[in-house]
C-alpha cells in the first residue's frame, strides 16, 4: 500500500514531465551549452558571445529599441484598450464599434506590416505619391516624408503599427473586466455625489487593476520577442533593429548558432522576471479567494 | 505442405518485387530546391523537362525564394536536404561543405567550363558545385532614343562619364537611377557599385585582398571606393529621388524610370538579370533599340576595365546516381542553351554557342564576358554571410542615409574581424 502510494503520483505525473523535458527542458539546457560556444558549436568561446551582445554596437540599439517597443507599445495598447473599453460601454453602437477596433487582429503581423508600409510608402517630391501618409500630406501642401527612414521617429511609426493590431485585444478583455464590476458600486457612488472621474480613478481602476496587470505582463512578453513588423518594414535598417530579428539574421543569415543561442538566452532571461510577476500575482489571488 | 511452402515462395516474390519498385522509385527520382520564381522558374522547368525525357528521372522542382540559404539551413540541420539545391553563393556553398553536407562532384562534369568558374565552385581542390550560367554586373543600362535626342555620347572614361552626368544636369535631367531597396536584402545593390569602383581604383589584386579581409575595411582604398559610391549616390542632383530615393525605391522598380516620359533618369548600372525585369515592365521594348548597355567605364587608367559578375551554383545534397545525373545535365551544354534562351543570362559552358542568345544585348554582354581580361566574382558573395549579406549590405544603407563613412567602415571592420 505505501509503496503504491509513493509510485502513483510519480505514475500521474510521468506524461507532463517527459513532455516538458522534451520539449522544453531540453531545448533549453542546449540553448544555454550553444551559447558558449563558437558559430558551429564546435568550440568553446567562454562569454565571448555574451560579450557581443552587451557591446556591438547595433545589440545596443536593438537593446535601446527593445525598450522603446516594451514602454510605448505596452503603454499605449493598454491605455487605448482600457479608453476604449470604458467609454465604448456607455455608447449604442458599442459592438459595432468593438468588431471594427478588434478587426486589424484578423490581420497576420506579416500581413499588417506590408499594409503599412504601402501606406508609409514614399515617392520623391513632384510625383505622384502612392503611399497614403504622403499622399495626405502633400495634399495639404507639405512635402512627402520617408516614414520609415527618418531616425529615431521611424521606431515609432514601426510601433503605431503593433499597436494598431493589438489595441483590439487589450480593449476586449479590458471590457470584460469592465463589465463584471457591480454596477451597484457605481451607481451608490453617483448618489454620493462622485463625478465620472473620480468613480473612474477611485473604483473603477483599482477594481481592474489584477487585470490591468495582466494585459500588461501579457502585452511585455509578447513585444520583447517582437520580429515580424521590423523584419518586413525596415529589417533592422536606419536604427530599428531589435534583438529578435538580429537573433534571426545570427541564426540563418550568417550561421553563427552560438550568438543566435545568446540572444535566445538574453530574452529568456529579459522575460523570465515578467514571468515570475505575473505568477507571483495568480497565487496571491488565488490566496484571497 | 505444398501450399504453405506456395505461400512462403508468393510472399518472398511479393516482397522482392516490393523492395525493387522501391530501388527503383528511388533511382528514378530527384529534388531539387531552387531560388527562382516566375520567368526564370518557368524556363528552369523547360530545361529540366529535357533531362525527364532524356533520362525517365523525375525531377521535382521546388521554389523556395530567395531566402533559400535559410531553407537549407533548417532542411540540413533536420537529415532531410532536397537532392540538388541552387546555392546563392560560393561562401554559403563553403558553410555546407565545413557541415559536411554536400556531395563531391567529378572533374569530368565541369570539363568545358572556364578555370574561374570551377575554382569558385571548389573547395581544397574538390569540386563541389556548377554554375548553370552566369551574370556580368558592370553594365550600365540606358535608353539609346533619349541619348541620341540630347545628343548624348556613351562615356568610355570615368571622366566623360562625369562630364556626361553633368550635361544631363545641366540639361535639366537626372543621370542616374539608383534603387537599394529589397526587402530583407536591402542594400546590396550598393555592394555591386562598391565591388566594381574597388576593381577599377585598387585592381583586382586589392580587390582580392579586400575579398579575403587580408587588408582592413578603413584601409584608404576602400575608404576611396566608398567616397567614390557616395559622390554620385548622395548627391541630389545625380540620383533620381536623392539619396532617399535610392534608399526607398526597389531595385527591381528602379530601371523603369529610363522609360517613362520624359525620363526620369538617363543611366542605371545593373547586372544583365535586369533585362527580364524591363521586358516584364515594358514588354513592348525592343532591346538594342529602345534600351541597351555599355561597361561602366575605367576610373584609374592602369587598372583598366575589369569586369564584375555572379553565378547560378548548384551544389547535390545526396550522393544518389539520379542526383549525378542531373548535376551532369546542369552543367551540360545543351541544358545551358535552353536556360539562357530563355532568360538574359550568360551560359558558362564554352560550347554554347553564340547563337543561343535571345537577343542582340545579351549576345553582344556574352562576347563581353568571353572577352574580358580580368574578371571577378561578386565580392560579396564571397565573404562570410555576416559581412557579405550582413554588415555590408547595412552599412551601404547606413551611409547611403547619412552616417559617418569613418563609423560605418570601422562598424564593418569589426564585424569582418570576428568573422574571418
Request: charged residues 20%.
Amino acid at each position: 500500500m505505501i509503496r503504491a502510494g509513493k509510485i502513483k503520483p510519480w505514475l500521474y505525473i510521468a506524461p507532463v514531465v517527459v513532455l516538458l523535458s522534451f520539449f522544453l527542458i531540453y531545448p533549453s539546457v542546449k540553448t544555454v551549452i550553444l551559447s558558449f560556444y563558437g558559430s558551429n558549436s564546435q568550440e568553446f568561446v567562454g562569454v565571448k558571445n555574451y560579450v557581443f551582445a552587451f557591446t556591438n554596437s547595433t545589440m545596443v540599439t536593438a537593446f535601446r529599441n527593445n525598450a522603446l517597443w516594451v514602454f510605448f507599445f505596452t503603454g499605449l495598447t493598454v491605455t487605448f484598450g482600457l479608453i476604449l473599453a470604458v467609454l465604448l460601454d456607455r455608447v449604442p453602437y458599442e459592438s459595432v464599434a468593438k468588431s471594427v477596433i478588434f478587426l486589424p487582429m484578423a490581420i497576420s503581423m506579416v500581413g499588417a506590416s506590408v499594409i503599412w508600409k504601402f501606406v508609409y510608402a514614399w515617392q520623391p517630391p513632384g510625383f505622384p505619391q502612392i503611399g497614403l501618409l504622403n499622399r495626405v500630406v502633400t495634399f495639404l501642401g507639405g512635402s512627402p516624408i520617408a516614414w520609415l527612414i527618418e531616425k529615431p521617429w521611424n521606431n515609432f511609426f514601426i510601433i503605431f503599427v503593433g499597436v494598431w493590431i493589438w489595441t483590439g485585444f487589450c480593449m476586449v478583455v479590458l471590457s470584460a473586466a469592465y463589465k463584471n464590476i457591480p454596477r451597484q458600486l457605481m451607481e451608490s457612488a453617483r448618489v454620493d455625489g462622485a463625478n465620472e472621474w473620480q468613480i473612474f480613478w477611485r473604483i473603477t481602476f483599482p477594481l481592474m487593476r489584477p487585470t490591468i496587470a495582466v494585459v500588461a505582463t501579457t502585452m511585455i512578453v509578447f513585444v520583447l520577442k517582437i520580429f515580424d513588423f521590423v523584419y518586413v518594414m525596415t529589417n533592422g535598417n536606419y536604427n530599428t533593429e531589435v534583438i529578435a530579428n538580429r537573433m534571426y539574421k545570427e541564426m540563418f543569415k550568417f550561421q553563427h548558432f552560438g550568438r543566435a543561442s545568446t540572444l535566445a538566452m538574453v530574452l529568456l532571461i529579459l522575460i523570465v522576471p515578467v514571468m515570475i510577476i505575473n505568477i507571483r500575482r495568480f497565487r496571491r489571488q488565488r490566496a484571497i479567494r | 505442405m505444398l501450399k504453405k511452402s506456395l505461400s512462403v515462395l508468393l510472399i518472398g516474390v511479393l516482397l522482392i518485387g516490393g523492395l525493387f519498385a522501391i530501388s527503383f522509385a528511388q533511382e528514378k527520382k530527384v529534388s531539387i530546391a531552387v531560388t527562382w520564381s516566375g520567368e526564370e522558374l518557368q524556363a528552369f522547368k523547360k530545361t529540366i523537362k529535357i533531362f525527364e525525357e532524356e533520362t525517365g528521372i523525375d525531377v521535382t522542382v521546388e521554389s523556395v525564394g530567395r531566402d533559400i540559404a535559410t531553407v537549407l539551413v533548417t532542411r540540413v540541420e533536420g537529415g532531410n536536404p532536397p537532392d540538388v539545391a541552387a546555392i546563392p553563393n560560393p561562401g554559403q556553398m563553403e558553410e555546407f561543405v565545413k557541415k559536411d553536407a554536400l556531395v563531391s562532384l567529378d572533374e569530368s562534369i565541369v570539363e568545358s567550363h572556364p578555370e574561374a568558374f570551377v575554382d569558385l565552385a571548389s573547395v581544397d581542390g574538390d569540386i563541389y558545385g556548377i554554375f548553370l550560367s552566369a551574370d556580368l554586373k558592370s553594365l550600365v543600362w540606358y535608353n539609346p532614343k533619349e541619348f541620341e535626342k540630347h545628343d548624348y555620347e556613351v562615356p568610355e572614361t570615368w571622366g566623360e562619364l562625369t562630364d556626361l552626368s553633368d550635361q544631363i544636369v545641366a540639361d535639366g535631367g537626372t543621370p542616374w537611377c539608383i534603387g537599394l531597396e529589397s526587402g530583407p536584402a536591402s542594400g546590396w545593390p550598393g555592394t555591386d557599385w562598391i565591388e566594381d569602383i574597388m576593381l577599377r581604383t585598387a585592381g583586382p589584386d586589392m580587390y582580392d585582398a579586400w575579398v579575403n579581409h587580408d587588408i582592413e575595411w578603413t584601409d584608404a582604398v576602400v575608404h576611396r571606393a566608398w567616397e567614390k559610391f557616395g559622390s554620385i549616390v548622395k548627391d541630389r542632383d545625380y540620383v533620381f529621388g536623392g539619396p532617399t530615393g535610392a534608399l526607398t525605391i526597389n531595385f527591381g522598380d528602379s530601371v523603369a524610370g529610363l522609360f517613362t516620359d520624359p525620363p526620369r533618369c538617363y543611366m542605371h548600372r545593373q547586372a544583365t538579370f535586369i533585362q527580364s525585369f524591363i521586358k516584364d515592365q515594358n514588354p513592348d521594348l525592343v532591346a538594342g533599340e529602345d534600351y541597351d548597355v555599355f561597361v561602366l567605364p575605367s576610373i584609374d587608367k592602369e587598372h583598366g576595365n575589369p569586369l564584375l559578375g555572379a553565378g547560378d551554383l548548384v551544389s547535390a545534397f545526396n550522393d544518389t546516381p539520379a542526383a549525378h545525373s542531373l548535376m551532369e545535365f546542369l552543367a551540360s551544354a545543351e541544358a545551358q542553351e535552353v536556360w539562357v534562351k530563355e532568360l538574359g543570362k550568360l551560359a558558362v559552358n564554352t560550347k554554347v554557342s553564340s547563337d543561343a542568345y535571345p537577343d542582340p544585348i545579351t549576345a553582344k554582354t556574352a562576347k563581353i564576358l568571353s572577352e574580358a581580361e580580368i574578371f571577378r566574382f561578386d565580392g560579396s558573395d564571397l565573404m562570410p554571410s555576416a559581412v557579405g549579406s550582413g554588415t555590408f549590405w547595412t552599412g551601404i544603407m547606413d551611409y547611403v542615409s547619412g552616417e559617418d563613412l569613418e563609423k560605418v567602415l570601422k562598424d564593418i571592420e569589426r564585424s569582418a574581424d570576428e568573422a574571418y
